[in-house]
Nanobody, 113 residues
Framework: VQLVDSGGGLVQPGGSLRLSCAAS????????MSWYRQAPGKERESVAF????????HYASFVGGRFTISRDNAKNTVYLQMNSLKPEDTAVYYC???????WGQGTQVTVSS
């Protein structure tokens, strides 16, 4: 089971990024997926969740309608579209397969002018 995170980078406040998580080693379409983040000096926190079909999603309150989690089961990939980014969104973002308790390696998102 492997998850590979990508798409992070440096973006100005108000900008957008799309994170991707490519999955392998399991039947992707059968599993819910999640995105988490961890800022320096803080605990890892949940950002978003999507069920196996993509029909149900949940977000942390701090997202405030700015992020969208989605998945493409044909491509074994889950995405996190992040808009209206703020400096406090700076963190390493990780995808997770909760069923296997497996994490991606993380991708750094830095929001700064």
């Amino acid at each position: 089971v492997q998850l590979v995170d990508s798409g992070g980078g440096l973006v100005q406040p108000g900008g957008s990024l799309r994170l991707s998580c490519a999955a392998s080693g399991f039947t992707f379409r059968n599993y819910a997926m999640s995105w988490y983040r961890q800022a320096p000096g803080k605990e890892r926190e949940s950002v978003a969740f999507i069920d196996s079909s993509g029909g149900s999603t949940h977000y942390a309150s701090f997202v405030g309608g700015r992020f969208t989690i989605s998945r493409d089961n044909a491509k074994n990939t889950v995405y996190l579209q992040m808009n209206s980014l703020k400096p406090e969104d700076t963190a390493v973002y990780y995808c997770k397969n909760p069923g296997y308790n497996v994490w991606g390696q993380g991708t750094q998102v830095t929001v700064s002018s």
